[in-house]
């Protein structure tokens, strides 16, 4: 949604860029080209296309080739490190929300009543769906008392 407006592309171009469009190909192509007003002299509000598709065509050829390269590999690894492996997706997050949270007292408080409630609604519910309903339900409650959009926080 925040790329729909900052694009000027046909349907298709639009498909192949939505297709790409990751949690790091978004902060990769947000940061090289900053929202700005269009008036006063200050660079365009438009992403350039071609620089959308290059980031999210490397994105998507590292995910290819790291895959390929899991699949010749993955038996080579120790037990031990496999089974570390289950935590890495959960370690990235935390790695991304602490920041956030350190800058912003809100934040933290959004992640920790997420985490609280995850734990709740996982005595009911299976994790993964406590996980989605407790992100859905903590992220509402702070865009309600945060008063911010997403563009915002």
Known sequence: ASFSRRLRVNRLLA???GFGVTDETFVMNYLAYPETP???GNP???LPASYVLGV????YSGWILGTYAGILFADMLPD???????IILYAMFIALLIPAAADTLGVGAVAAAGGALCWVLSQFLTAGWAMVLATTMAAAVGVVFLGKGVDEL
């Open 38 to 40: 269009a008036s006063g």
């Open 15 to 17: 498909a192949l860029i």
């Open 44 to 46: 365009s509000p438009f």
């Open 56 to 59: 999210n065509g490397i994105a």
């Open 80 to 86: 031990g490190f496999s089974a570390g492996m289950g």
